[in-house]
């Protein structure tokens, strides 16, 4: 629990022995809303994303990465911060578009882009569509074509080096992601004889979960090295675009410090400053696609006790909401150790924490805990239990349809006015896309 008062003395408060989320205590959200639920404080979200725009060099555009929370809520919220979006399917793309995003402020990620999601992007004349095969580069070419049009395009590279120590490397090894710096040659011709391409840049992107804020700046080098390379054996003026990756880390378990987000920005700005002093970086735009950084910590989790029990010795609480509502806490999103996300009491913050427990979720598998030992008072059906830092990968990763439960709302708090931003899911919507056979 002391890492958890951190948490809560520095990110949110509490009043009486209630959480407080966004000036609104637990208790009066609840008077309204059922559990399982996920609350976010908007104006946490909205500070952490000002403080690191805040002093950044004017050439370094921030894109929000849709996979970490596609709500729509969210989406509109960093569209009117100024972010761009990078997106990874076509229902990200008409999410996008509904949150008010430019589609000229619209990137488009991912190894496997259908057909109709590239025929969909090329009509919207997004900014960019990351490339990540030869193939994706001639359908591109192909649709274009077919439509008298223009694709914006840009190389995804998986470069030679990896330089970042991420916790899950995406670059610098065997990689469905990006196209192999020893092959992206291979891409030369056709982007040079196609009249329906138009090549924006670069993009790198090595790994999640990168605490060693020196050890993206190196990746971040490399990647401007790559962007130079390109540039000269393409023959170009100048790059446009050169998208730098991201992956900063969000310190979910207690031997896990946080980014050290000053001294970043600090030698992220002295290089481009220098950067842009080239003449192939004189008019590029530099993107940092950022998404679990900025909204995992304005995202909680509340679940309520619905047993208590003890078996052979050990004390268990099952709670109504486990790994169909919440899997990145549970360790079920590929996490290699299953590991304690931060936990608290959210009803009874200032009693003692004398007992250890299991912390379970409802469902019929060993999979849904949340945690063993557990410190908390003795626990009660009716209590709540808050799971800290799941404003990313926590609803839009979790298995929602295992076991048929119904949904869990999403609610944001803003200005201390408590606004339902996705209803739960009902039993009929449970059973409306569903069909008996025809005999």
Known sequence: ????????????????????????????????????????????????????????????????????????????RMAGLGAGLEIASIGELEIAKKAGIKNNKIIFAGPGKRYEELEAA?????????????????HIHTIAEQKNGKANISIRINPEKNLSGSHMNMGGVSSPFGIDQDKIHHLYPLINKSKSIRFQGIHVYVGNQIFDHEAAIANIKNTLDLAGDIARE????????????????????????????????????????TTVKKACFSRTTFILEIGRYFTAKSGIFLTRVLYTKES???????????????????????????????????????????????????????MDKFGDDFKAPPLVPGDIIAVFFVGAYGYSASPHNFLSHPGCPEIAVVEKNVQCIRRERSLADILSRQFSLVN
């Open 234 to 273: 393409l023959n170009l003026k100048y790059i446009p675009m050169v998208n730098l990756g991201g992956g900063l880390g969000i310190p979910y378990y207690t031997n896990q410090s946080d980014f050290d987000e000053i001294e970043f920005k600090k030698a992220l700005n002295e290089i481009i400053f």
């Open 312 to 366: 052979y010795n050990r004390k268990y609480v099952i709670v109504d909401g486990g790994m169909n509502y919440c899997s990145m806490a549970t360790g079920n999103l590929g996490q290699k150790m299953r590991r304690k996300f931060p936990l608290a009491v959210a009803n009874r913050l200032n009693e003692e924490c004398s007992e250890n427990w299991s912390i379970c979720g409802p469902l019929c598998t060993p």
């Open 1 to 76: 629990m002391i890492r958890t008062k951190e948490i809560i003395d520095k990110y949110f408060k509490q009043a009486g022995q209630f959480l407080v989320i966004g000036g609104v205590p637990v208790s009066a959200i609840l008077e309204n809303y059922p559990t399982p639920l996920y609350v976010y404080d908007m104006e946490l979200l909205e500070s952490g994303y000002c403080s690191f725009k805040k002093d950044l060099h004017p050439a370094v555009n921030l894109f929000y990465s849709m996979k970490a929370n596609p709500a729509l809520a969210l989406c509109n």
């Open 122 to 138: 090329i009509a919207s004349d997004i900014l960019s569509i990351n490339v990540e095969s030869l193939q994706e580069l001639e």
